[in-house]
């Protein structure tokens, strides 16, 4: 079945109050749910070759796309994605991240999913960029630009799923594009006579992009 993408324009006033860096990281965050689609396409090209920037490019521009006009800086976001594209590609921790994509283990890929759970009357959410299901695990990938992010919100989402699904391994890496890195922050490994979860759970909303 053929997936479809749906974007949303970016108002012009949203626009103005975003730094490069931001519209950067977004950018980046976009390409990926295209890339993850047409993996077995791009992953196999040879780096300089005229097809793989061909290819990259179309992902970048559709990623784009959801920035109105006038974007002066549209032709440097799309030189500074492509770099960026690129070098991680060429990158040793590139083989990391492209094993926690084995098509034979992946039973599901989820983009920017909301789940929540109650505990003790409060509703606690759960949104990260990507989710990864594979037998007996959930693997959860949170995308930065570069290596700056908020330990409480990896650890949140560490928490809520292990309160979930206590009967699986739960994995959560943090994935810095700019130099490109993937560190595993968290990860628990079940034990079989663990008990089963007993928390209400709303996870029908999470959106498969295999």
């Not at 980046?28 to 090209?45: A, C, D, G, P």
């Not at 006009?69 to 040793?92: C, D, H, T, V």
């Not at 959410?125 to 990896?154: A, V, Y």
């Not at 949140?156 to 993937?182: C, G, H, T």
Request: charged share 30%; aromatic share 12%.
């Amino acid at each position: 079945m053929a997936l479809k993408f749906n974007q949303s324009k970016v108002s012009l006033r949203l626009l103005k109050e975003k730094s490069d860096s931001i519209i950067l990281g977004e950018i980046l965050h976009n390409i990926w749910e295209l890339l993850l689609s047409h993996k077995e396409n791009v992953f196999s090209l040879p780096l300089d070759s005229e097809e793989f920037k061909s290819e990259i490019e179309i992902y970048i521009k559709k990623a784009l796309a959801s920035y109105q006009e006038p974007l002066p800086q549209r032709k440097y976001l799309l030189e500074r994605a492509f770099n960026i594209i690129k070098n991680m590609f060429k990158s040793e921790e590139f083989q990391k991240f492209k094993e926690l994509f084995v098509e034979s283990e992946v039973l599901a890929v989820y983009k920017e999913p909301e789940g929540f759970f109650v505990e003790e009357d409060q509703i606690q959410d759960l949104r990260p960029d990507l989710i990864i299901k594979k037998p007996n695990e959930w693997i959860i990938l949170e995308f930065k630009l570069h290596r700056e992010f908020e330990e409480s919100q990896l650890e949140r989402y560490f928490s809520l799923l292990k309160k979930v699904f206590p009967n699986d391994n739960i994995k959560v890496y943090l994935i810095s594009f700019e130099p490109f890195k993937i560190e595993l922050k968290y990860c628990k490994i079940s034990k079989p006579d663990e008990p089963s979860s007993l928390h209400p759970v709303q996870l029908s909303l999470f959106k498969n992009l295999n």
